[in-house]
């Protein structure tokens, strides 16, 4: 399986006897799925499959759906004039002149108001109209597999940009893993020079004292479980990337898990050198989660 992106855009077209179907597909990120579909008067019978082959196809994004259907050049249709409508509307406008000295409308302005002009096309049989839907739904599901190819080849970029924040990631955990800093002796010899210094003055410290405190701030900086809870982090990572389908929300949680972990070993640091990590690990993170937004 593949990496989706939530992002994309087909378009697709067809042509069903006198009608020229266009089908224009947008999608955009989301929590969950949400089709938004946008029909012309008349293609109301549509409207239930179409959104159940989006929601069959997809799995998360903002999803809008255009259809567009216009008569060919040359097809019939007759012009008929709402009589009815017409005289009520000039009549009210005629009354709004009388009371309130507004300017008399016009017949080209009344004639376009809704409804007082229809445009009435050949009808449709009950067969006709069946095969035009049909006609309808088989170009949405060409726009569909567009709108497909597009969210994965969308996905496959973010697969490589966000294989490479892994490999960072893993990169400054390693590096912190092995940071001088951590060892015991080096606290030691720096927590011997802090307290020199307090004292000021070149008098020998007491050692059991000062191995005992070394020993204690070891223990308390120790970043021994955050650094393995890392590890497993990064191959669960790239299990998912690997395995593919919709994993944005696993991944979107599995970057929550690695922030907590940063934030951990930044507050455990005893040394400039694994802040300095903790804080370049967060900025890496605050990356992958970025990129993880765009998944389906």
Not at 13 to 31: M, P, R
Not at 109 to 135: F, K, M, N, P
Request: aromatic share 4%.
């Amino acid at each position: 399986m593949t990496i989706e992106s939530m992002t994309g855009f087909a378009r697709a077209s067809g042509q069903a006897g006198d009608d020229q179907i266009v089908w224009e597909l947008k999608s955009v990120n989301g929590k969950g799925l949400d089709a938004r579909l946008r029909l012309p008067p008349g293609h109301e019978s549509v409207e239930q499959p179409a959104r159940q082959a989006l929601q069959k196809t997809f799995q998360r994004g903002n999803i809008y759906a255009n259809l567009s259907v216009a008569r060919i050049s040359g097809a019939t249709t007759t012009v008929t004039v709402n009589e009815t409508l017409l005289v009520e509307l000039a009549t009210l406008a005629q009354r709004l002149e009388q009371d309130f000295g507004i300017a008399p409308a016009r017949a080209d302005g009344l004639l376009a108001l809704r409804g007082v002009i229809e445009i009435q096309e050949s009808l449709l049989d009950e067969d006709a109209r069946t095969a035009r839907d049909a006609a309808i739904l088989a170009v949405l599901d060409q726009a569909l597999a567009g709108l497909t190819e597009a969210r994965r080849e969308e996905g496959q970029a973010l697969k490589a940009i966000m294989l490479g924040q892994i490999d960072r990631i893993e990169s400054l955990t390693e590096r912190a893993a092995a940071d001088p800093s951590r060892d015991p002796a080096a606290i030691r010899a720096r927590l011997a020079d802090q307290v020199r210094l307090l004292l000021d003055t070149g008098a020998p410290l007491d050692e059991a004292r000062l191995n005992a405190e070394a020993a204690y701030l070891a223990t308390k900086a120790d970043i021994r479980e955050e650094i393995d809870r890392l590890r497993t982090h990064i191959a669960s990572a790239r299990a998912l990337l690997s395995g593919g389908g919709a994993v944005g929300r696993r991944l979107d949680f599995l970057s929550q898990e690695f922030n907590r972990e940063s934030n951990t070993l930044c507050s455990k640091s005893n040394a400039a050198a694994i802040t300095a990590i903790g804080l370049e690990l967060k900025a890496v993170i605050d990356q992958f989660r970025e990129q993880v937004q765009n998944l389906e």
